[in-house]
């Protein structure tokens, strides 16, 4: 199923999907929005890395593990990064697989039987780091940064009602740092501009000028003649 991340209505039907195109886990670059992830292998016997294209549902694999991740993160250098449920960081490389242990985060995700919660984790590419919204294994939910150097978490805020996140992802900003901010509160006044001037001399002295006004996308909504309207002009900037 797909829905609308603003208003959260359902914008297609739902639909059976092969399952190893499910993931466990994913991390997407924000440069090339390239989606990686953890996923089975076809006879759902192995664990692996891939890029999958969810449009498309399709997806390539450059790698197997026997690591179950509970969170990964794309950094700016280039490499994957996941915390398997083991509670370690590892580094993994995106074109062949290989995973190199970083460190433990300390915090145990294991409960007495082995399982482990729903959680996942993204790297924000601004400021490189690395995001967990972690539940351990006594089911304590809260926020985490993890030092990609040591994998040592550090707790930024436990969840007030050991909320459980998934799927993850820092949104790509809107405009560069230091890009000037969305206009706020315009106002026109149609007296100063040429265009209207040059507009009102060309309709006779029974025109009358009716709802001068600018939504945000600056629309002249209506311009009526003898009481009727005879035209609607529309300008985006």
Known sequence: MQFDPETWERVAPSKEVQLHLAAFETAQDPTTGEVYGEFYDAQLQQREFGVIDFEKETRTTFGK???????????TDGFLYGI??????????????????????????????????????????KTNT?????????????????????????????FPNNDMFVGLIVPKPKAAEGAPAAAEEMTADPSASPMFRRLLRTANRRTTLQAFRFTEKSK??????????????SKEF
């Not at 697989?97 to 959680?119: F, M, P």
């Open 65 to 75: 593990t026997d690591k179950s991740y509970v969170a990964l993160g794309l950094s």
């Open 84 to 125: 398997a449920s083991d509670g370690y960081l590892y580094k993994i490389d995106k074109t062949n697989g290989k995973e190199t242990q970083i460190g433990s985060t300390g915090v145990t995700l294991l409960d007495e039987d082995g399982s482990y919660s729903g959680q996942s984790g993204e790297i924000d590419a």
């Open 130 to 158: 690395f995001y967990w919204t972690c539940v351990d294994a006594q089911q304590n939910a809260a926020l985490y940064t993890v030092d990609l150097k040591t994998g040592a978490a550090t707790k930024i805020s436990d």
């Open 220 to 233: 002249l909504r209506k311009i009526q003649r003898n009481n009727s309207e005879f035209s609607s002009l």
